[in-house]
């Protein structure tokens, strides 16, 4: 399988986890309101808990909202390798996740069970152009367009597909969070996203990437709806939505093993002597 399959959901919470590295900014808002405390009375009468916070409480407030969620569908565009990658995921806390990839080279499905063990659709394009090593033609011929069962020896599925893990990362320092080294983050006026009020937070990463996430204006579920950043790989977005909803994943029915595959391309199980 693609060697940037890991890296889709690396790169997916190190860009969500510019939130864990904002610094208070000193034009942002203060304990009194908003940025400048400048609006009217019937403003700050008629707003939200958190336009009044500053940006450490409100990056704690979207944390714990983080935290909680038992699943969420994640759509983006990332490099990944230099290449555009379209990603749709759902990930759930207690069934895996499924979704898909697509390249200029090529895409694939996949499903996830909380076991560990994955599936991988993958066109002939994706598996002619993605793999370390470039595949013979006839392994090309046999995997294309098939549900393939990669077992549970592979762990990289286990961590793509596991929300806990994903959560984790993206509140543990070692994935970039903790201080922000001095990097300046402001919350900006309410506006609207696809039909919701959301609170922007724009600044630059450690280096120097400017970023923006937005984060519902929803006193009770404060949940990051969008992140957007420009890198030197190009632009990066990923947008979050149908939180908690009810997920279902389960194995294709239709899965080859991979011990199936060999069989087939040697004509057949091998004959006991």
Not at 55 to 83: I, Q
Not at 137 to 147: G, K, P, Q, S, T
Not at 150 to 164: I, K, P, Q, R
Not at 248 to 271: I, K, M, Q, W, Y
Request: hydrophobic residues 35%.
């Amino acid at each position: 399988m693609k060697t940037g399959k890991r890296s889709v959901a690396v790169a997916a919470a190190v860009v969500v986890l510019g939130l864990s590295g904002c610094g208070r900014d000193d034009g942002g808002a203060d304990a009194e309101g908003a940025a400048g405390d400048d609006r009217s009375f019937y403003e700050r009468a008629t707003s939200t808990r958190l336009e009044h916070m500053t940006v450490d409480e409100l990056e704690e407030a979207t944390r714990e909202a983080t935290l909680a969620l038992d699943s969420f569908r994640m759509r983006g565009t990332l490099p990944v390798d230099g290449v555009t990658t379209e990603m749709d995921l759902t990930l759930s806390r207690d069934a895996g996740c499924y979704g898909t990839m697509r390249q200029d080279t090529g895409g694939l499905d996949f499903v996830g069970l909380n076991d560990g063990t994955g599936f991988m659709k993958a066109d002939a394009d994706f598996l002619r152009n993605g793999p370390d090593e470039e595949l013979p033609d006839r392994a090309i011929e046999l995997m294309a367009d098939r549900w393939i069962d990669m077992g549970s020896s592979d762990n990289a599925f286990e961590d793509f597909c596991d929300l806990d893990t994903l959560l984790d990362d993206l509140t543990t320092d070692d994935a970039g969070g903790g201080d922000s080294g001095g990097s300046d983050y402001s919350v900006g006026a309410p506006r609207s996203f696809e039909g919701r009020e959301v609170l922007p937070i724009t600044g630059e990463e450690e280096d120097g990437d400017p970023l923006t996430i937005l984060v519902a204006n929803d006193d009770e579920n404060p949940r990051i709806l969008r992140v957007e950043s420009d890198g030197p790989e190009g632009e990066e977005s990923l947008t979050f939505s149908e939180f908690d909803r009810r997920v279902s994943v389960e194995a294709p029915e239709d899965a080859v093993t991979l011990e199936d595959l060999r069989e087939e391309a040697v004509g057949g199980p091998p004959t006991a002597v």
